[in-house]
Structures are given as C-alpha cells and as structure tokens.
C-alpha cells in the first residue's frame, strides 16, 4: 500500500451547510477574495487535512488559515451555492496558496490532489471495489477477508450496494478490513441511505436498496424518479421488471446497451426477463440521488421506457408506442448512435 505523508481520515465528508451567524455575516458584508490565478503554475503549494464529518464553515475557516483563501466567507459563499462542495473528501489534499474560493473548492474536488485513493463510482459492482482494493495495494487474502468480515446494517447478509460510492483516503498501514467498513458505515452517514434503511411499510430496506441499485444501472440522474416509477408500476401488477441491468450483472458486463435474446434465457435469480418481482439483492451501489428516487418516485403511469439514442429516454404507458420507439432505437443503434 502507497506510503502518505499525514493521517487522513476515511469516507467521504458530507458538507453540512447550517444557516447560521456565520452564514448571515457573509450575506451582508463583503467578502475578500483572492483573485482567480490564471495559472497555479509555479506557485507554492500545501498539503491541508480536512477532518472526517467537517462542516462548510469548518473548512472555510481552515483554508483561510492556510492561505489558500483570502477569507473564510469567500469560500463559504462560493460552497453554498455550489452542490459540489458536498462532495469534499476529509483527508489530505495538496493545494495551491493564494487562490480564489472558486479555484480552492475546484482543487478540493480534484482527484489528482488527494493521495492514496481509492474511488468507488456509482453504479460499481462489489467485483469492481475489491478490484480497487488490490490496485490500491492490498492483497488478495487481505481483500477476501475484509469483505467476508464486515458489518453489514441490519437485514442485509451482502455487502454489494452498500459500499457507498465515494472518494475514500487512508493513512499509512489501515488494513483492508477498516477500509472496507468505512465504505460501509458511510451509507448509513448519507441522509438518503438512513432513510432507507428504515424501510417502509411495503418494503424492506433490502428491496428499497435492490430497487435503487436498478434505478442507477438503468438511467441517469435526470430520469431517475421516472425509472423508480417504472419499477414500482410493474411490481404492483405483477409485471416482470425486464431490466437489461439484472442480465449485465449476472453476465458482469459493462458498455453494451444491446442484450441478446439468448441472454435475456439465462438462468438465474437476477435475471428479471425470467423472474417475477425483484432480484435477491442489489446489483450495484446507487448513490443518493438514487436511493432518493426509489424513496420520492415521480407520480406517472408509465410501464415501458427505451432509449432511442443518447440522451434521448423516452417514457409510455402503451406497449405499441414502446415497440414504434423500439424500432427507432434498433436503427439508431445499428447507425453507430450508442458507439
């Protein structure tokens, strides 16, 4: 495992942004900035620590007690109103000094700044994560045994969808097993995941993750809501779900919008094109948005759903419109669109 510098803290910060004095000051009073750098070229740099569970003004305030900033209320202002800034990791990361507030949250966000990270995308498979795992350094007994060992929320005997989708740092010398329980415990820190993990009265937790898991694999953010009522329509008449996601999970196969006939035969639990209602368990880790939209799904009585070509999903209720836009998106398709 890559040796750093400073001992940082595991996870991903959520940046809690409470309204208060500070807040208020920085609305009413003027707020010195640095000006934007044209270059970071040549300037000199500093490795900061942002504490595990920092809130907005907390970094504020460290930034400007390093000099990166010219003031805390600059860049408080510029994370208020940037949703970016939830995104901040705790750790180290190596900062120019004397830029503007904007410049400091687009360094705090950049990857190539935080040492020793491990990235967990949303919509990865847990085959994926362990993989990350043995990039980072860990081996492969070390990785077995993290992953066999961890303490899963109550409900829940599989990790895949719970190890929550983030950019995670970690001192020298953490082991594979406190690394992979982080990602673990951080689902339950995220507003959405404690929300679903307390279920509702028709679903479980374990569902309500399943139906997330299947909402990131099968749209964007921008549709989420739509494909979580998609799911929920079909579910509550008994319609098979028919997700291409299920098959490409059993199938583990990543970049190919098009599934087979004879793929969509396979024999499993996952395969939704032969099984009613849900899968036994997620198939990939959905991050909040997702876990939102299978809590808060946008009213409609649509059944089917299609991509005729990239960013263009479109939503029905009537299998004969579904099948037109089915022949539009198989000619798109065979055109090279998707490519």
Partial sequence: MRAVSRVIAAGLVIVVFTFSLFLMRSQTTSAPDFATAQSVKGLPEITVEIPQGATG????????QSGVVKSAEAYFRVAVGDVRAQKVAPGSHRLTVGISARQALDQLL??????????????????????????????????????????LPKGFSNSEG??????????????AQVAAQSMIDRFSDDEQGRKLLQGTNTYSPQQLLTIASIIQAE???????????????????????????????????????????????????????????????????PGSAAIKAALEPMQGDWLYFITVAPGDTRFTASFDEFNDWKVLYTKNRKAGAFK
């Fill in 57 to 64: 003004s907390q970094i504020a305030a460290i930034l400007a």
């Fill in 219 to 285: 749209s964007t953010d921008v549709d989420f809501t739509k494909v979580s009522r998609v799911i929920y329509n079909r579910l509550t008449i008994g319609m098979p779900l028919q997700m291409d996601s299920t098959v490409h999970f059993v199938m583990q196969a990543r970049g190919d919008i098009f599934l087979s006939r004879k793929a969509t035969m396979l024999n499993s639990s996952y395969n939704t094109y032969r099984k009613y209602g849900l899968p036994p368990g997620p198939i990939c880790s």
């Fill in 110 to 151: 950049d990857p190539e700044r935080i040492p020793s990270l491990i990235r967990v995308a949303e919509g990865a498979w847990k085959s994926e994560v362990q993989q990350a795992f043995l990039d980072y350094g860990f081996t492969k007994q070390q990785v077995r045994s993290a992953f066999s060992g961890l303490k």
């Fill in 162 to 175: 719970l190890i929550f989708p983030a950019q995670y740092s970690f001192p020298e010398g953490t082991s």
